[in-house]
């Protein structure tokens, strides 16, 4: 079963073990960011007197800082998983075609990939912004919420600090609680889910071009269930 044979081939094992050296990698500068983002922000909280004199009219104006270098990430890992897809993909396809490297037949067709490449690249800004701008969304609102009941019921400065600590733990390794170490399990499902949507992307790419140049005559998902499934 010529399908069957194509599936075999792909070694699974070593993608996954790519994307999730890259998802770790990716989600430590991004958790430092933050990091680095509650540092200052507390700082501001304190230095500008907000939570001392209850100032509600400045907690709308207050930002989260460094989204900026959170969405530069997120660019260059979906721009990274993209390519490695493009490149994985191509090596796949050209397995199937016996004496494909000597006699070069696979490479001519492949090099018409320009606008696809320039999509995904397009498309691997637009999503970080996305990506880090509904972070920076989260915190802000969870930020306007903490503050405003804070002042409403009265919490002490130290109290209302603890809490907006602790509202970066989704995004933030580290530990927010003594002996509690805690994982952001929130930003791992970001990077997860996009850098295997984009490396996934890179892929289909070369295959629906390998359609259009005739060496693919289709292609067929298959689920695998996996440890980041």
């Known amino acids: 079963n010529q399908k069957l044979f194509i599936e075999k081939t792909i070694n699974f094992q070593a993608i996954e073990k ?6 770790e990698k990716v989600v430590g500068k991004i958790s430092s960011i933050l990091e680095k983002s509650r540092a ?3 700082e501001t909280l304190e230095k500008k007197k907000i939570l001392e004199k209850g100032n509600v009219a400045a907690v709308n104006k207050i930002e989260i800082p460094f989204i900026g270098n959170v969405k530069t990430q997120f660019e260059r890992s979906y721009n990274t998983l993209s390519k490695w897809g493009l490149d994985d993909g191509k090596v796949e396809v050209k ?12 490479d001519e067709p492949f090099l018409s990939l320009t606008a696809a490449k320039t999509f995904l690249k397009a498309l691997s800004k637009t999503k970080a912004i996305e990506s880090a701008g509904n972070i920076g969304d989260d915190l802000k609102k969870k930020l306007g919420v903490i503050l405003t009941e804070g002042f409403r ?3 002490t400065t130290d109290e209302i600090i ?8 989704p995004y933030v390794e580290g530990n927010v609680i003594p002996e509690q170490s805690v994982e952001p399990f929130r930003l791992e499902t970001i990077v997860r889910t996009n850098n295997t949507m984009f490396y996934n992307q890179g892929r289909l790419s070369q295959f629906t071009q390998g359609i259009k140049s005739g060496l693919v005559t289709h292609y067929q998902y298959s689920a695998i269930l996996d440890g980041r499934t």
């Not at 790519?18 to 998802?23: A, R, S």
């Not at 397995?95 to 696979?106: A, R, T």
């Open 18 to 23: 790519k994307l999730t050296n890259e998802e």
């Open 95 to 106: 397995k199937q075609i016996p004496d494909s490297d000597s006699f070069g037949i696979v």
């Open 153 to 155: 019921l009265g919490k």
């Open 40 to 42: 200052l922000l507390v």
């Open 162 to 169: 603890t809490d907006v600590f602790q509202m970066f733990t």
